[in-house]
């Protein structure tokens, strides 16, 4: 190794301390302002909902109507694969626009508690500085439930009653694995 190696080597380190110093800046901040109640979303892709003028999220009436639907086939019976049939065979496209919905995306619709007008911030972490990496926080770090956070498109009740057939439709997969 001569000289110049010796130095890019040392530069590069120094390049990523530095990256890594700022990257915890900018959590510390993030954080402050969770502890504070200040919600940060991107609504860019968030169906129901678009950011108003003063930053809180307002209700797009035509979207809600496709969210209330998703909640009310599901109460229906109807699992996720029959949902997305219908919104397809119904001509109803996505946020982005696209006329073919995942399961995945009716999925987290029907467990996003955004849609009860609560906001909980910091479900995930980012586990590496470096590739920018993003996982679950299961625990490692504390996240935080601001309540009443803009209006909600489903009444609580109708959100719980879904996330408890969601959780009846899990334990029975997992019951049945089982055997």
Do not use: C
């Not at 619709?109 to 910091?122: A, D, H, P, T």
């Amino acid at each position: 190794m001569n000289i110049s190696d010796s130095m890019i080597d040392q530069l590069a380190a120094l390049d990523q301390a530095e990256s890594h110093f700022r990257s915890e800046n900018i959590k510390f901040g993030i954080r402050h302002r969770m502890r504070s109640g200040k919600t940060v979303l991107n609504h860019t892709q968030f169906l129901g909902y678009t950011k108003g003028a003063d930053g809180v999220l307002q209700i797009v009436p035509e979207e809600a109507e496709v969210v209330r639907k998703i909640f009310e086939l599901y109460i229906q019976g109807n699992g996720v694969r029959k949902i997305k049939r219908y919104l397809e065979e119904h001509g109803i496209k996505t946020v982005t626009g696209k006329a073919e919905w995942s399961t995945s995306t009716i999925d987290r619709i029907l467990s996003n508690e955004k849609y009860i007008g609560e906001v909980r911030m910091q479900k995930t972490l980012t586990a590496d500085f470096l590739t920018g990496r993003r996982e679950k926080n299961i625990g490692q770090l504390d996240s935080y439930l601001v309540e009443n956070a803009h209006e909600p498109i489903i009444d609580r009740e109708t959100f719980e009653l879904v996330q408890r057939m969601k959780g009846q439709i899990k334990s029975t997969h997992f019951d049945l694995a089982d055997r």
